[in-house]
């Protein structure tokens, strides 16, 4: 067995306080920034708009994290108190609410940046979101949250911070999974970088939900209400978004061509010529 009991403060000095949570989260984020930058200088995309785009996509899944974990955990305690919604510090988050929020900044983006269509941001995006995902499981298996059923096996965690029985380590199976994801789709890109519109998103989907949906059994239930379900909440929301990567990922293979690149609009060519002509 692990005896696992960290402090979930990275730092505290006063009143400087960084948790390993919040810095997984902004490594996560920073890296995939990173990668995506890559992947739209590649097709000459203007990367200063990629500054909007990350806070679209941090607001997406924050916002959204925090309502799905409100409003499919615990609706009626929520919104009996709508301000308590707002205290996002005291934790409550959930994936599927967070996936939401994200597709939902994405959408609205891509309305106001014509250079970005939607779903050909969701395949780039879906690929460093993987790698952002195990990083989060990472900050819960630090704050000792989101924890395994109990079990024998010789690799159990006891969450010494919650009680003294050894435990799966649930969030580092999710976390794993999630960063075999991420190598998949990067040697994928990089074997092929130009694939059907769809085709990283529904394998993202399938992935990661179909896995949730299996691992959730290695977990302990979220809210009360779920005990004695055949399902849990997360299994039974995990469904949609496996079915729509089903529908996306067959859609890919079937077809015929493979989209060119997403052209960079004149206006955004324009500067460098400007350029070009001064010299």
């Known amino acids: 067995m692990i005896h696992w009991n960290p402090d979930p403060d990275l730092i505290h000095l006063g009143p400087l306080r960084i948790r390993w949570y919040g810095l ?6 920073g ?7 890559k992947m739209c200088a590649r097709l000459g995309k203007p990367l200063e708009a990629l500054d909007k785009l990350l806070i679209y996509v941090v607001a997406g899944t924050t916002i959204g994290a925090r309502l799905g974990h409100c409003l499919f955990y615990e609706p009626g305690y929520y919104l009996s108190r709508p301000l308590e919604i707002l205290k996002i510090w005291e934790g409550g988050l959930a994936s599927h609410g967070g996936t939401l929020g994200v597709i939902l900044g994405i959408w609205l983006f891509s309305r106001k940046h014509k250079d970005f269509p939607f779903l ?7 690929i460093p979101t993987a790698m952002v995902a195990g990083f989060i499981r990472l900050g819960n298996l630090m704050n000792s949250e989101i924890i395994g059923r109990p079990t024998d096996v010789p ?9 003294k029985i050894p435990r799966h380590p649930g969030q580092l199976y999710e976390s794993l999974c999630y960063f075999a994801l991420f190598a998949l789709t990067m040697t994928l890109y990089r074997l092929k970088p130009d694939r059907p519109h769809g085709f990283y998103f529904g394998i ?4 990661i939900f179909g896995w949730r949906m299996i691992l959730e059994t290695f977990k302990e239930n979220q809210s009360a209400f779920e005990q004695g379900m055949f399902m849990n909440m997360g299994q039974l929301l995990s469904i949609p978004f496996v ?6 990922l067959v859609r890919a293979l079937r077809s015929p061509d493979v989209p060119a690149p997403v052209p960079v609009s004149a206006a955004a060519k324009a500067p460098a010529a400007k350029r070009k002509k001064r010299r």
């Open 24 to 29: 997984m989260f902004v490594l996560g984020f």
């Open 155 to 163: 690799w159990a965690f006891v969450f010494e911070r919650v009680d």
């Open 204 to 207: 993202m989907l399938i992935w």
């Open 31 to 37: 890296i995939g920034y990173q990668i995506v930058r």
């Open 120 to 126: 050909w941001l969701l395949d780039t995006l879906s």
């Open 243 to 248: 079915l729509t990567g089903i529908f996306l």
